[in-house]
C-alpha cells in the first residue's frame, strides 16, 4: 500500500454553502494527462478560479515542475504533480489517494489521459490496442473508482471525463480510439446513474479538433510535406470534418468545464457535450 493511501481519521467535510459561479476556492482538482494540451488548460482553468490542482502526464520533469510551480504562484493556489502511468491501475488509484492525502480531500476528477494509434484493423499492433483501451478507458475506470467513495464522504463531487467526438462517430484507421472513447460514455452514464442521489455529476466533454501547441506543429509539418499552405491544411486535411473550418480553443473548453464543476451544472449528469465545430451534427 502506498503510504498516503492510508484513510485519514478525519473524514472530508461536506461542502453544501452555495457558490458563485467560477468559484472553487476550497476545491480540490485532479487532472490526468495535463502536463500540456487540453489536460493543462483545464487544469489551469480550475487553478485561476481557486482550486487547488494535481497535475499528471508525461514529460521532461524540470518543464514539468516549471509548469507546476508557475501554476501555483500565477493562481495562489496549492498545485502537487504525480507521476503515475495511467496505463497502470495500481498508480491511477495512487494518484487520487494523493490528492487526498497532499490537499485534504477531492472535489474535481478531470479524465483527460489519452493517446492514440492510425492503422488499418488488419495490422494494427496487439500491444497498442492494449495500451491505448488501458489509458483512454481503463484509466477512467480506476481513478473514478477510488475517486467515489471520498466524494461521497464529502456530499459533492464533479467527474468530468474527456472523450472525443469520435466518442460519438467513428473514422477510419482508429479503432482503438474509437472504441476506447465510445467505451468511456457508456461508462460516463452509468456512473451518473450510480451517483445521481450523492450529489455528484458525472459528464463528458466530446472535443473536435482542439488547437493545441502539437497540433499547430503537426499544420507546419503537414505544409512542408504536402508543399501546401498552413491555411489549406487546416481546412482541407485536418479539419475536414468540421463544418465551421475552426479549431475548437482550449478556452472554450475551459469555459464548458467550468459551468459543468459549478453549482450552474449540478442537473447536467450522464451527458456528452459535443463542442466540435458541427462535427457530429452532420
Given at each position: ?215 499547430k506543429q503537426q499544420i507546419a509539418d ?37 459551468y459543468l464543476v459549478s453549482d450552474l ?18
Amino acid at each position: 500500500m502506498f503510504p498516503w493511501s492510508r484513510r485519514s481519521d478525519a473524514a472530508p467535510q461536506a461542502d453544501s454553502a452555495p457558490r458563485a459561479p467560477g468559484d472553487l476556492r476550497g476545491q480540490v482538482c485532479v487532472v490526468s494527462g495535463s502536463t500540456s494540451g487540453i489536460g493543462l488548460a483545464l487544469a489551469r482553468a480550475a487553478a485561476s478560479h481557486g482550486a487547488d490542482v494535481v497535475l499528471n502526464g508525461l514529460g521532461d520533469p524540470a518543464e514539468i515542475e516549471r509548469t507546476r510551480a508557475e501554476l501555483e504562484a500565477s493562481c495562489g493556489v496549492r498545485v502537487r504533480y504525480h507521476a503515475a502511468d495511467m496505463a497502470r491501475g495500481d498508480e491511477v488509484a495512487d494518484m487520487v489517494a494523493f490528492a487526498r492525502h497532499q490537499l485534504g480531500r477531492l472535489d474535481i476528477l478531470v479524465n483527460n489521459a489519452g493517446i492514440q494509434h492510425v492503422e488499418a484493423v488488419e495490422t494494427f499492433p496487439s500491444d497498442k490496442w492494449e495500451k491505448i483501451l488501458a489509458i483512454n478507458l481503463s484509466s477512467v475506470f480506476y481513478a473514478t473508482r477510488a475517486a467515489i467513495p471520498i466524494m461521497k464522504a464529502q456530499g459533492r463531487g464533479r467527474i468530468i471525463n474527456v472523450a472525443s467526438a469520435h466518442g460519438l462517430v467513428a473514422s477510419p484507421f482508429k479503432s482503438a480510439y474509437v472504441a476506447a472513447k465510445h467505451g468511456v460514455l457508456g461508462f460516463t452514464k452509468t456512473v451518473a446513474l450510480e451517483v445521481a442521489r450523492d450529489n455528484i455529476t458525472c459528464n463528458a466533454i466530446c472535443p473536435g479538433y482542439v488547437e493545441t501547441p502539437l497540433v499547430k506543429q503537426q499544420i507546419a509539418d503537414q505544409a512542408r510535406t504536402r508543399g501546401i499552405s498552413k491555411d489549406k491544411v487546416v481546412e482541407d486535411v485536418m479539419l475536414a470534418a468540421q463544418p465551421t473550418k475552426k479549431f475548437v480553443t482550449t478556452e472554450e473548453l475551459a469555459g464548458l468545464f467550468l459551468y459543468l464543476v459549478s453549482d450552474l451544472g449540478a442537473s447536467a449528469n450522464g451527458a456528452s457535450f459535443s463542442i466540435d465545430g458541427g462535427w457530429t451534427a452532420q
